[in-house]
C-alpha cells in the first residue's frame, strides 16, 4: 500500500516562498504521475501542478512561473517550490499519486484522475 505524507506548510507574507515535501513509500514511485492540488473550505479541489513519469509538467494558469514542480526518484519525494505566494495561494495543499501497474505517461490537472492522497499541508499567506 502506498502512503504519501506532506511536509513544508506554514504561514508566510505574500512575497515569501516555501518548499513542500511529498514523501512515498513504494519503489515503484518513478512510474507513477503524481501531483499537488489544494483546497479551500467551501470549494472543490483543484490542481496546482501535475508530473508525469518522464518529467513532464503542467502547471496551473494561476501559479505559472511562480511555482515548480519536481521530484527525485532516488528519494521517492515530490517537491513544489511555491515562490512569490499571493494570499489567494491560501488552502490545505495535497500531494496525490496514480498509483497503478501501467506506467503513467501523461499527467493531467484533474482530480479524478489519482486515487492515493496525502494527508494534506497547510499553507497560509498573509497580506
Known amino acids: 500500500q502506498v502512503q504519501l505524507v506532506e511536509s513544508g506548510g506554514g504561514s508566510v507574507q505574500a512575497g515569501g516562498s516555501l518548499r513542500l515535501s511529498c514523501a512515498a513509500s513504494r519503489y515503484t514511485y518513478s512510474s507513477y504521475c503524481m501531483g499537488w492540488f489544494r483546497q479551500v473550505p467551501g470549494k472543490e479541489r483543484e490542481g496546482v501542478a501535475v508530473?508525469?513519469?518522464?518529467?513532464?509538467?503542467l502547471y496551473a494558469d494561476s501559479v505559472k512561473g511562480r511555482f515548480t514542480i519536481s521530484k527525485d526518484n532516488a528519494k521517492n519525494t515530490l517537491y513544489l517550490r511555491m515562490n512569490s505566494l499571493k494570499p489567494e495561494d491560501t488552502a490545505m495543499y495535497y500531494c496525490a499519486a496514480r498509483v497503478e501497474a501501467v506506467y503513467c505517461s501523461i499527467a493531467y490537472l484533474f482530480t479524478t484522475m489519482y486515487n492515493t492522497w496525502g494527508q494534506g499541508t497547510q499553507v497560509t499567506v498573509s497580506s
Open positions: 508530473i508525469d513519469s518522464d518529467g513532464d509538467t
